[in-house]
T-cell receptor, first 115, second 113 residues
Framework: DTEVTQTPKHLVMGMTNKKSLKCEQH?????MYWYKQKAKKPPELMFV???????INESVPSRFSPECPNSSLLNLHLHALQPEDSALYLC??????????????FGPGTRLLVL | QKEVEQNSGPLSVPEGAIASLNCTYS??????FFWYRQYSGKSPELIMF????GDKEDGRFTAQLNKASQYVSLLIRDSQPSDSATYLC?????????????FGAGTRLAVHP
């Protein structure tokens, strides 16, 4: 089973709202990722958690706040977003972050629209 | 120079033909190479990964890696209209480098009946 689940599938929020995106995997993977993808562009890495610790933050604005409550769950808290933050937000997981265990599996994504 | 380069396409092939998708990368020490398929509005789906020079086959898909020439390709035999999608090449950098996948911009494949 290589399933990563994400909720919600779609989200519309105003610029003053606070919302959270959720991601879950039960493959025993120790690395989890958040990506942002705009139309006709490749995924753009935002954050990496390795063994539940934040290992990479790609200089993402503070209005995006990641959280890894346990090895299976990853959240992305959203606050005071801008319309340009509208995108497909993808979660991914991999067994690890080095050697032969870096294969990433993506969830279905959350389509976010900021009004 | 972009780290991972792909022709954006569209690559148009007739149904039943072989589609050949190519990718070059700049970091000679890169170790792991991945092909993802992405349908419009959907998330990337892993098609193949390859670590060693040579060919790796899985059903209608063959990944080819040539580290000396720094390119990786994906061949799709007996192309079907359902193969029409964007194909993303992704490269994992050398160990000790920045641990993240480097994606190419993707090649759009159109298989016409």
């Amino acid at each position: 089973d290589t399933e990563v689940t994400q909720t919600p599938k779609h989200l519309v929020m105003g610029m003053t709202n606070k919302k959270s995106l959720k991601c879950e995997q039960h493959m025993g993977h120790r690395a989890m990722y958040w990506y942002k993808q705009k139309a006709k562009k490749p995924p753009e890495l935002m954050f990496v958690y390795s063994y539940e610790k934040l290992s990479i933050n790609e200089s993402v604005p503070s209005r995006f706040s990641p959280e890894c409550p346990n090895s299976s769950l990853l959240n992305l808290h959203l606050h005071a977003l801008q319309p340009e933050d509208s995108a497909l937000y993808l979660c991914a997981s991999s067994p690890g972050t080095s050697g032969g265990v870096v294969t990433q599996y993506f969830g279905p994504g959350t389509r976010l629209l900021v009004l | 120079q972009k780290e991972v380069e792909q022709n954006s396409g569209p690559l148009s092939v007739p149904e039943g033909a072989i589609a050949s998708l190519n990718c070059t990368y700049s970091d000679r020490g890169s170790q792991s190479f991945f092909w993802y398929r992405q349908y419009s509005g959907k998330s990337p789906e892993l098609i193949m990964f390859i670590y060693s020079n040579g060919d790796k086959e899985d059903g209608r898909f063959t990944a080819q890696l040539n580290k000396a020439s720094q390119y990786v390709s994906l061949l799709i035999r007996d192309s079907q209209p359902s193969d029409s999608a964007t194909y993303l090449c992704a490269v994992w950098p050398p160990s000790g480098g920045y641990n993240k996948l480097i994606f190419g911009a993707g090649t759009r494949l159109a298989v016409h009946p």
